[in-house]
């Protein structure tokens, strides 16, 4: 089944992956410009005809997004996404599947199932719009709300701490790593992009403003006169600068990273910490995806990590042909006449 | 020199014998070699595991005890049997726990080298039960199987350890040596099953050999015993388990419909086996997903089916409560799936390794909002072959989840079976939607049946999920009227099912004074006690449920035929209440839960009580 994708030449627009859905989230939601960098993304990277994608949401505000991709679509329960997303590609390896969920979807109900694709690298393209929030259920904190964050369900301040996805994601040895912003639509389509070129589980953390339950959570990083300071823009095999004026890096001393001012004179490009998304030891991965954590230092978006190893449909389909080769096809009266059979006369 | 006198046959029309012994006396082993032998001689058989759900309680302990019982005849039988005939006690703590269920007059047969203060006293024996009298009345065997089978081993490169362990062969042996069975069968498979271990081919095979040997030697048993073959219908047999049934069932249905079979499951006792058993047709494109967890069992198996692959999934009871929601998910899809349910002893983790059939409401009613699917269960431990085919079948044409009900005692249990031929075996058609032309998502055929669309067909791009949808369109659709409408639609979906399955069939006559009802497993303890009953002159008939959601056509013609209706369940009573509501009319009930099959004795009292003493003689 492998082998016999159908190759033609191919020429989408965006507009062909637009359903004839109304698209009905708030005015002003984030999730309308991540259906625009998909719809845009889609017609350069989708190597095979259209009926050929699938898409596979759980529940949420993001989940509605099968529903407005003009290709085959299925609209789940709460948080298994990523497990019904496995059965479709493990029916059918030759579908291109992709998953759409949220923070709270994908990292609370849907914790476990998101971790066992990401160790299994099931060759999905997992988009998580993460705006720090329970949207569709009207404003509870999430797994990845802010520890002492007031919400309806915490109204003294949350007590929980939240989860790091690039971390989570790392942790459950994801060979594809990446986040981007909502407002930063390039930089989105190229993530996008890259996601589904990839082969195996492929995690974006896409931050994501609800204007209505959390108006505002990523607006360091998507304001005017904050960004730069705030945003590390990762770019392989380029040191890590930002800033307003270029002014700033980071430097790797040892297993420590430090933020280094370039205007003394003290540092220069050549002593800041070049990032390797192919780097296969998952500690500087890790150092990186700390950072948001760490005051005084930026976040980083773009690609964390990729890595190339042989994904569970690959493996599966694999195994399949070998023990074909092995017992020959299998043969169904043969098997049921096996074992201890004598005959009644 | 005298010569050895040959020893009485004595020909039994049917006999039951338990094996019990520590959960590491390989008791399970022994019972399935001799119930295999036993089988491949010509017997009608019916067999019960039972163990502990501890991997390996602490050795010489009651709670430890594993026990294998086998019922064999030269006539049709339907149980494993109520009480043994014959009990092998490898230890105090087995002859404990199961005398009180041998038949009176019994055989027992010890491992006396077991009774020592230290198994006595794990035993809870105040004194030595060899000794004591407590075994007067019946024929005690006392047999030092340890240190025979230490002495048959001596030279056989094995640890200390290792030459205990063979003692179970000993035992086997001297029970194929007393019911008078061929020990080939046996020695075939240590060899095939020890192939890359010599030294262990050879201890067991000594082992078995010596016991075989030492009954023929010992003036212990002045008789051995033999059962005939039994008469069964001409064909080529073979033993089979209710979960190696169901394995091989959807594997001919995978067959059958030339659909690539995708198991998505999660290990849980009783039901592992299947996905097991299934995990090793790889050479048949069978994939089986063992997931992290139930409900990414089922969901994975949703996936698979909206995809276009023959999809299903295994579970026991705790099981399908976690599967419930997605359950639902598939019935508002309306995706063909079918989910297996071995059943166990609940509530909970209530009794892992114990049978239960407690799990019928919650198949036919155990989900939000109302989702009808489809439920069958199989009545024997080869019937679960053809109801995994059925399953399967009334998935596909009705694009509906399916219940497979099954449960411990059949899962575990086996028995002789004809084995049908792949030709014989009905073709299971399916049709994808592949026309653009008047394509919707929730257009139905005339089975109500909405089309099976599968991602990868150009043109049919199309969104389906857990909202609810408008008619025929699938659109998300809020709208009140269409709800109703498509509650309505999936509900008359499920009940048209009744046309396409088999009538409710009597057994003896079709109408009178007492039918006895039952479904699942129960078929033959229920069946063995009608005939008992009949026998003794009472006029009851039986009828069986292997068709639960929605019940055969005739159900409400066949119970109203009678005067009264009996239905024995492993439950408090869940047929008798879908019964009752259903057909508004009154049942008798007979519930025992114990975590074992129905005994045949209490139904067939049962009976009687319910007829009234005489009446109906």
Partial sequence: MANNVEVKEIKYTAKDFASDQEVRWCPGCGDYSILAQVQRTFPEIIDRPKENIVWVSGIGCSSRFPYYMNTYGFHGIHGRAPAIATGVKLANPNLSVWVASGDGDLLSIGGNHFIHACRKNIDLKILMFNNRIYGLTKGQYSPTSEKGKITKTTPYGSVDYPFNPPMLALGAEASFIARSIDRHPKHLQEMIRRAGLHKGTAFIEIFQNCNIFNDGAFSLLTEKDTKDDHVLELVHGQPMIFGKNKDKGIKLDGMTPMVVDLTTGKYSKDDLWVHDEFDPNPARTAILAMFDETPGFPTPIGVFRQITKETYDEGLFRQIEEVKKKKGEGDLEKILFSGNVWEVN | ?617
């Fill in chain 2, 1 to 617: 020199m005298e010569t050895e006198k040959e020893k009485e046959l004595l020909q039994l029309k049917e006999v039951t014998i338990r094996f019990a012994g520590d959960s590491g006396d390989g008791m399970q082993l022994t019972g399935t070699q001799f119930s295999e032998t036993t089988a491949w001689v010509g017997n009608d058989l019916n067999t019960l595991p039972d163990y502990p759900a501890e991997i390996r309680a602490p050795a010489g302990t009651i709670y430890g005890v594993s026990g294998f019982q086998l019922h064999f005849s030269s006539e049709d039988i339907h149980t494993p049997g109520d009480q043994p005939d014959v009990l092998v006690a490898m230890n105090p703590a087995a002859l404990k726990k199961n005398l009180p269920e041998l038949k009176k007059g019994g055989m027992i047969i010890v491992n006396s080298d077991s009774f020592d203060i230290k198994n006595l006293n794990l035993a809870h024996y105040e004194s030595n039960p060899l000794e004591d009298g407590t075994l007067d009345g019946y024929q005690v065997y006392q047999v030092p199987i340890s240190s025979l089978t230490a002495n048959a081993l001596e030279g056989v490169k094995l640890s200390p350890k290792e030459v205990s362990r063979a003692k179970n062969f000993f035992a086997l042996g001297l029970m194929y040596w007393l019911f008078n069975r061929p020990i080939d069968n046996t020695v075939k498979w240590i060899h095939e099953k020890f192939a890359k271990n010599p030294e262990y081919i050879e201890g067991n095979e000594k082992a078995l050999r010596a016991g075989y040997n030492f009954g023929e030697m010992t003036e212990l048993f002045t008789a051995r015993y033999t059962v005939e073959p039994a008469k069964l219908p001409k064909g080529t047999y073979r033993s089979i388990s209710g979960n190696e049934a169901t394995a091989l069932g959807f594997l001919a249905a995978s067959v059958k419909s030339g659909l690539p079979l995708f198991l998505g499951s999660y290990p849980i006792t009783p039901a592992s086996e299947i996905i097991q058993y299934l995990s090793t047709y790889k050479n048949f494109g069978v994939k089986t997903f063992q997931a992290e967890d139930e409900i990414a069992g089922i969901t994975t198996a949703i996936g698979a089916s909206f995809a276009g692959n023959l999809a299903i999934t295994s579970t026991s009871g705790p099981g399908l409560a976690l599967k419930t929601e997605a359950i639902g998910l598939a019935v508002m899809t309306e995706l063909p799936l079918v989910i297996i349910d071995v059943q166990r002893g609940g509530p909970s983790t209530g009794l892992p390794t114990k049978t239960e059939q407690a799990d019928l409401l919650q198949a036919v009613c155990g989900r939000n909002g109302e989702a009808p699917v489809a439920v069958v269960a199989a009545a024997t431990p080869s019937d679960c072959f053809n109801m995994a085919i059925e399953a399967s079948r009334i998935a596909i044409k009705y694009m509906t989840p399916v219940i497979l009900l099954t449960d411990g005692y059949i899962a575990n249990g086996s028995e002789p079976w004809k084995i049908p031929h792949v030709n014989e075996l009905p073709d299971i058609p399916v049709k994808f939607r592949t026309e653009k032309e008047g394509f919707y998502p929730y257009l139905r055929d005339e089975n109500l049946a909405r089309p099976w669309a599968i991602p990868g067909t150009p043109g049919l791009e199309h969104r389906i999920g857990g909202l609810e949808k408008s008619d025929i369109y699938g659109n998300v659709s809020y709208d009140p009227d269409n709800h109703h409408k498509m509650i309505t639609l999936r509900a008359k979906k499920i009940k048209n099912i009744e046309n396409d399955i088999p009538l409710l069939e009597v057994e003896g006559e079709s109408s009178g004074e007492l039918l006895v009802v039952g479904w699942g497993g129960t078929y033959g303890a229920i069946k063995e006690a009608v005939n008992k009953a009949r026998a003794q002159g009472y006029k009851v008939s039986q009828a069986h449920f292997r068709y639960l959601n929605p019940f055969p056509k005739n159900t409400e013609q066949v119970l109203k035929s009678f005067r009264k209706v009996l239905i024995p369940e492993i439950n408090l009573g869940q047929l008798a209440r879908l019964i009752k509501s259903e057909f508004l009319i009154d049942v008798q009930q007979f519930n025992v839960v114990r975590g074992l099959p129905l005994r045949v004795a209490d139904i067939v009292d049962q009976i009687i009580k319910t007829l009234g003493g005489n009446n109906g003689k």
